[in-house]
């Protein structure tokens, strides 16, 4: 099958859109017709070569779409289901797997670096030339191949232009709150960062009952559009952050603080206004090789820190809860969406992203 994808072929120049076709489909393979596409930083720092991944490669990974063929051994997904795409395949076997953490399994991280199929085949082709797909996805094409629990089917009445949103910001900000922190009902939430994913931890928070929501940014425009997705109080991270942080909380901290702005400046921040015996959830990132350094006596009093990559997420459950809070009117998805564009655009959308001019664009396919 030939279709057309946005292609990088070399580190830090445009992509060049390109007709692929596909070929390799193994028996546990989902063919899936991609309806839209989000922009998100990840795929921003693959197309800048900040990852390292093999070329010629197509980014994306936020996606969802219909399924359009299925291999003999898929069991839970046909033709014709509409899917959300997840980034993290996993064997269900591994040490890791068996201790029920996917975003580790070991088959996901040894492979992750060629940017291909656990079994090594690439499953689309420049001519004769094997194309990879950014974290097994590659959604910025007309057609995606994912392994079966990378394709989680929901209701045909969910809007895929805001269903794709899900499988990365949303449920990274939105899991971080309910299933790494497990956020109490009458406790007190912090966010560093209002992009999508910070948005999305606010979101988290919402849903979980905390009385106190507190988003934190350089960015006035920022912090007003926090107050829209639950946010009940905005600071501004300045110098007199910590003394107007400490006057919200009771002269504690917060209970719970998201770092979600991927600085040096937020990680320290984040561990000194969250409470002794608070919890930190890290979500930004910095380079690998950055080293980020923080002030002894901010890590005392029995603070608990975990980072967390993609919410503590199980697709195949958490993708159809957030679908139906959004029917219910308890979760917001059109209020992120602040372009919509083709994929002839997709070079100018990534630099409003590299702008920061954008929460989420939104890539929809005719």
Not at 24 to 47: F, K, M, P, Q, S
Not at 115 to 136: E, I, T
Request: aromatic share 6%; charged share 20%.
């Amino acid at each position: 099958m030939n279709f057309n994808a946005a292609v990088l072929e070399s580190a830090g120049a445009p992509l060049g859109i390109r007709q692929l076709r596909t070929a390799n489909l193994g028996d546990d393979d989902v063919l899936v017709r991609i309806v839209a596409t989000a922009l998100c930083h990840t795929d921003l720092e693959a197309v800048e070569g900040q990852l390292g991944t093999p070329l010629p490669l197509v980014p994306g990974h936020e996606a969802a779409g219909v399924v359009e063929w299925v291999g003999k051994s898929v069991q839970r997904r046909a033709v014709g289901d509409h899917v959300i795409i997840s980034w993290n395949p996993h064997c269900n076997h591994c040490y890791y797997c068996a201790r029920q953490q996917p975003i580790l399994c070991q088959q996901y991280r040894d492979n992750a670096a060629r940017s291909l199929h656990f079994d090594g085949k690439p499953r689309l082709f420049l001519g004769d030339q094997a194309v990879h797909q950014l974290m097994y996805a590659g959604t910025f094409a007309e057609m995606a191949v994912v392994t079966e629990p990378c394709a989680v089917s929901i209701p045909k009445d969910m809007p895929l232009d805001l269903a794709c949103l899900i499988g990365c910001g949303v449920m990274t900000g939105v899991g971080a709150a309910l299933n790494i922190a497990k956020v109490e009902a009458g406790s007190s939430a912090s966010i560093i960062g209002c992009g999508a994913v910070g948005l999305s931890a606010i979101q988290g928070a919402k849903l979980a009952g905390a009385e106190i929501i507190i988003a934190i940014d350089r960015d006035a425009a920022k912090l007003a559009t926090a107050r829209i997705f639950g946010a009940t109080h905005t600071l501004l991270a300045d110098e007199s952050l910590l003394h107007a942080h400490t006057a919200l909380t009771s002269g504690r901290g917060a209970d719970y603080v998201f770092e979600c702005a991927g600085n040096q400046a937020a990680f320290r921040a984040s561990v000194e206004i969250v409470r002794p015996g608070g919890q930190v959830v890290w979500l930004g990132k910095v380079p690998v090789n950055q080293e980020i350094a923080f002030r002894w006596g901010s890590l005392m009093g029995e603070k608990k820190i975990v980072r967390s990559s993609y919410g503590g997420t199980s697709p195949e459950t958490d993708f159809p809860f957030l679908v139906q809070a959004y029917r219910d009117g308890r979760l917001l998805l059109d209020e992120y969406v602040t372009s919509r564009i083709r994929l002839e655009g997709i070079n100018q959308g990534l630099q409003r992203l590299r702008e920061g001019q954008e929460i989420r664009s939104v890539v929809e396919f005719q």
